[in-house]
């Protein structure tokens, strides 16, 4: 079973279709939750699942508005999203029935 | 780019957070600026500095950067650990000077420490080896000084039949055991113990049985148990042992078991052999005033030692008014076994655990300075391995390995210091240090060194890393400006300043100790210790037991003693002053009767051969001594009493032919013929005591244990050879102790303090050469880097006398800082060492004055050999480098 933060982290690197990086998955969750991770934050998950094997990463161009920096670009392993879909529907399952308006489709 | 980020914020990222490992990390962040500050710069300021704070806090300690982030990442973090400890090696292989400089330091220290700590362990910081050891306590009664150390049997018999907070009690009374063998006797320490005594504390004989109740009739002289030791020294390991009849002090008794060999009796260490008590409401021993036992108990479970306090205290009130004339003080009071056995050794070994601490705290910085000397000397070789890939973890890791490795093999030096210095300090201490015979290098003692260990790698792995990393922060706060002196000479300066503090706290506490001994000394014994050989002496056995046989054997011992070439005077007392024996008795005087007999002054007795005070020069301040004659009668008995004494009992009045009475109503009358000075009996240091003395043939046994005093012309040393051989010319069965001279009895009464300030001196002078070679190490450091400097000043004309100035001045701050620092705590903490002091407040100004010129003096030394090499810069050379 996979964390919150990890399952967040995790749904928008998925949604950035392997393009995305620490400013854009920031963002991302940033639309999708209205919540304001920090850029520790959201490094420190991908450290995590890196290790565990459930993310994988490249790193990118250098770019100016970044002083010159390389960007690192993070993939979901298919590892990574046979845990990720074994969470949700656990999640799902543990609501089922529940009325509480989750079964939209 | 009109905006750039906060650059206080980015070099702590750079700091904390490198580039090698979290390039993308820094450049999310400056990215995130950027785009926030196009529409709001303000904004953006901010938000980088959150961002960077979290990022720090989140990411810094995470222990999965190494293998997440750098090139390293498919190496194992055990196998890169391994592969640091090897370069470690090989790096400290190379610099042979420094490693062996460092494990000496360290292991001089870990072995003070650690040998320390374990004589310190089972005294005062681990509990007794007994099961439940919180539930033994002791029972005392009240007394003048507040508890009086020993009780009388028929209170101890008393408030164990009344008190309900007790599951044991049991009595114990000291025993000199004299075994006599068929061509020798051997002395021993012994014990008289309740048979309940064993069971109380929890222990079983292992070979044999302990004591049961029908052991522990009136009288009884059967059965004893003895130590593993005896058992093993005097009887050959003896299976049969149980059983076996042995003549101890001419009676024959029966050994029934054997202790283990770990046991040690907690009232008395000494102790090589026990029997039971033998007490019983009818004997002569057993009243009240007879204050000669040790009360031990043990509580019921769930009782506490306050409630037992409160329950005791209650009975002895109890007792008091049931027997008005008995006690003088009424009430009682219960104290953790423990506590009572430890309270004399612990405050000196606390003191000796601080002292030792400071050293240890020395050690480790006079390495963790060389390391930071070192470490500047090695910049070019962490630039090349950074510029190679390695990252600043991975040197960081690499300083740790080093550091590790150090200390690891101090470690084991340390641990070796320790075992050698062990023995040595056990055999100097004192007898009143609680449980010597647990003292040993035990598993708690190697975890203190693997503590010490881990510690010292951890500072010296991390302090080259922060000081680099304060490097790069003043290069990027100040670009272009050179500051790597002034951090590196900052941090080290610092690290001198404590050393030379803590130094002078040592010098203090050795200063104060030394000045207290100097004064105790100097403290007027009473008697003239110098020329004063002693030697104990015992008859017994059945060739003496027909009444008159000791005094006569007493007396031809004095006449071939006295005839041995060299000795002046020879006599024989019962007790030694400072010897620590305690045969103490009320005093009563006929025309002063008092209401409450318990209330009359509790005197020393020195029941002794006509000679006595003559032999010991104590001087007769009224009336005379004994004559030979007037102590052969059996019935006018005549006594002299001290001035401390006489005066308490007769103020201003003249005490000559007036009589007293001691131990009791019963007693025969006592005629003063003379007044003597006071003898300090029971310490150096403590009050001054009352005395009276009797002739042994007047005093109502015969003293059979007698301690033998000559006077001799000379050393005593040479002459105690030739008294030995009288002493055994008179009776070749004879068992003789303790040949010694009275300079060394009242030494030994000293041996605590003189432990102490032993201790305190080799540690403050171990701590003065750190602080010196610190001192010495900075200074010569900043003068090769300022040869320029000097060079320039020499070239404009500046005499080699303003030169060495200079340099003599920067050492003069770094000794003077911290000279006010220590001083100032020295101050604070010597109150600490106040019982370890005589005559001497802790801040007494000349002990701090002592300290404090030492260091100066020091010091000053270890800024010269800077100082000439600064006068001596050619300003040619200076400028081509």
Redesign the interface.
Same mark, same amino acid.
């Given at each position: 079973m996979l964390g919150e933060l990890e399952q967040i982290v995790m749904l928008a690197t998925l949604r950035l279709g392997g393009d995305g990086?620490?400013?854009t998955i920031?963002d991302a969750i940033r639309r999708a939750t209205g919540r304001d991770l920090?850029?520790?934050?959201i490094?420190?998950t991908l450290?995590?699942l890196? @290790?565990k094997g459930l993310i994988a990463s490249r790193?990118g161009e250098a770019? @100016?508005?970044?002083?010159g920096?390389?960007?690192?670009h993070y993939d979901v392993t298919p590892a990574g999203v046979k845990l990720l879909k074994a969470s949700i529907s656990a999640l799902r399952r543990m609501a089922a029935g529940l009325a509480l308006g989750l079964e939209t489709r | 780019m009109s905006h750039r980020p906060p650059r206080i914020a980015l070099a702590l990222l750079d700091q904390l957070l490198p580039e090698e490992s979290f390039e993308a990390v820094t450049g999310d962040l400056v990215e995130r600026f950027e785009r926030t500050a196009e529409s709001s710069p303000m904004r953006a300021r901010l938000q980088f500095w959150r961002e960077t704070l979290a990022a720090l806090t989140q990411l810094q300690w995470l222990p999965d950067r190494i293998t997440a982030f750098t090139p390293y990442s498919r190496e194992s973090r055990m196998q890169s650990l391994l592969s640091d400890i090897r370069l470690s090696v090989r790096v400290l292989a190379r610099a042979k000077g420094f490693t062996v400089i460092c494990v000496a330091t360290l292991a001089i220290a870990i072995g003070a420490a650690t040998a320390i700590f374990s004589i310190a362990n089972p005294a005062i910081l681990s509990a007794l080896p007994f099961p439940r050891p919180e539930q033994l306590v002791m029972v005392f009664e009240r007394s003048k000084e507040g508890v009086s150390s020993r009780t009388g049997y028929a209170t101890i018999s008393d408030i164990t039949e009344r008190a309900t907070v007790f599951s044991h009690t049991a009595a114990a009374a000291d025993w000199d055991a004299t075994f006599i063998g068929e061509h020798d006797a051997e002395r021993f320490r012994g014990m008289r113990v309740s048979w309940k005594y064993f069971d109380l504390l929890g222990v079983r004989p292992v070979i044999g049985r302990g004591f049961v109740q029908g052991d522990d009739i009136v009288n009884a002289t059967g059965p004893m148990i003895i130590s593993h030791g005896l058992w093993v020294r005097r009887f050959g390991s003896d299976s049969s042992i149980v059983g076996r009849e042995v003549d101890v002090n001419g009676v024959k008794r029966v050994v029934i078991g054997v202790m283990p060999p770990s046991y040690e009796d907690v009232l008395e260490p000494e102790s090589q052999a026990w029997r039971v008590l033998g007490y019983g409401p009818t004997n002569n021993s057993s009243c009240r005033g007879c204050r000669h036992l040790q009360f031990i108990a043990r509580l019921k479970p769930g009782v506490s030692r306050e409630q037992a306090d409160r329950e005791v205290n209650g009975l002895a009130l109890q007792l008091s008014k049931e027997h008005p004339t008995e006690y003088a003080t009424p009430g009682g009071v219960v104290l953790g076994l423990q506590d009572r056995i430890a309270s004399q050794a612990k405050p000196v070994l606390l003191a000796l655990l601080g002292a030792v601490g400071a050293l240890l705290l020395i050690a480790i910085a006079n390495v963790t300075n060389l390391q930071l000397a070192r470490a500047i000397r090695r910049d070019e070789e962490f630039a090349v391995r950074a510029a190679l890939g390695a990252g600043r973890g991975r040197l960081a890791h690499q300083l740790f390995a080093e550091g590790l490795v150090l200390a690891t093999l101090a470690g084991v030096a340390g641990t070796v210091v320790a075992a050698v210095a062990l023995p040595l300090l056990v055999s100097l201490l004192p007898a009143a240090v609680p449980r010597l015979q647990a003292i040993r290098l035990d598993a708690s003692a190697l975890f203190v060194v693997a503590a010490i260990v881990l510690v010292v790698a951890l500072v010296m792995g991390v302090a080259p890393a922060w000081q680099a990393g304060r490097r790069r922060l003043f290069d990027a706060l100040r670009s272009g400006t050179r500051t790597l002196g002034l951090v590196h000479h900052r941090a080290r300066s610092g690290i001198v300043v404590t050393e030379v503090a803590l130094a002078m706290l040592l010098l203090a506490g050795a200063a104060l100790l030394g000045r207290s001994l100097m004064r105790l000394m100097d403290q007027n014994a009473g008697f003239d210790a110098s020329g004063l050989v002693t030697l104990d002496i015992l008859a017994t056995g059945t060739r003496y037991s027909e009444p008159g046989s000791v005094l006569a054997n007493h007396e031809r011992v004095l006449e071939a003693v006295r005839a041995v070439p060299g000795v002046l005077d020879v006599a024989m007392t019962h007790q030694l002053p400072l010897g620590g024996n305690w045969d103490r008795y009320g005093v009563a005087a006929m025309d002063k009767p008092l209401a409450n007999p318990s209330l009359a002054p509790d005197a020393d007795r020195y029941t002794v051969t006509p000679d006595f005070v003559r032999a010991m020069r104590i001087p007769i301040l009224r009336g005379r001594s004994f004559t030979d004659a007037e102590t052969r009668d059996t019935i006018a008995r005549v006594t002299m009493v001290s001035d401390a004494l006489a005066k308490r009992l007769w103020p201003g009045e003249d005490p000559i032919g007036k009589y007293i009475r001691v131990s009791g109503p019963t007693r025969p009358w006592w005629r003063v013929i003379g007044v003597t000075g006071n003898v300090r009996h029971t310490g150096l240091d403590a009050d001054v005591t009352y005395q009276f003395y009797t002739a042994e043939r007047q005093w109502w046994w015969e003293e059979n244990a007698m301690t033998l005093v000559a006077r001799v012309r000379g050393e005593p040393r040479a002459v105690a050879p030739a008294i030995r051989e009288a002493v055994r010319g008179v009776d070749p069965l004879q068992p003789m102790a303790a040949v010694t001279t009275m300079d060394q009895v009242i030494a030994r009464s000293t041996a605590q303090r003189r432990l102490g300030l032993v201790l305190f001196v080799a540690f403050g002078v171990i701590a003065l050469l750190l602080a010196t070679a610190g001192i010495y190490g900075v200074l010569a450091g900043s003068v090769n880097e300022r040869t320029r400097e000097f060079g320039v000043r020499t070239a404009l004309g500046a005499t080699s006398g303003a030169i060495a100035r200079l340099v003599l001045r920067e050492g003069a701050v770094l000794a003077a800082a911290g000279l006010a620092i220590g001083l100032g705590a020295a101050l604070v903490l010597s109150r600490y060492l106040r019982t370890l002091l005589f005559g001497v407040e802790p801040t007494d100004p000349i002990a701090m004055l002592v300290g404090a010129t030492i260091i100066a003096a020091v010091a000053l030394a270890a800024c010269l050999i800077p100082a000439r090499r600064a006068t001596r810069v050619d300003p040619m050379a200076a400028f081509r480098q």
């Open positions: 990086y620490g400013v920031q920090t850029l520790g934050t490094h420190k450290v995590r890196e @290790a790193m770019e @100016a508005r970044r002083g920096r390389r960007k690192r | -």
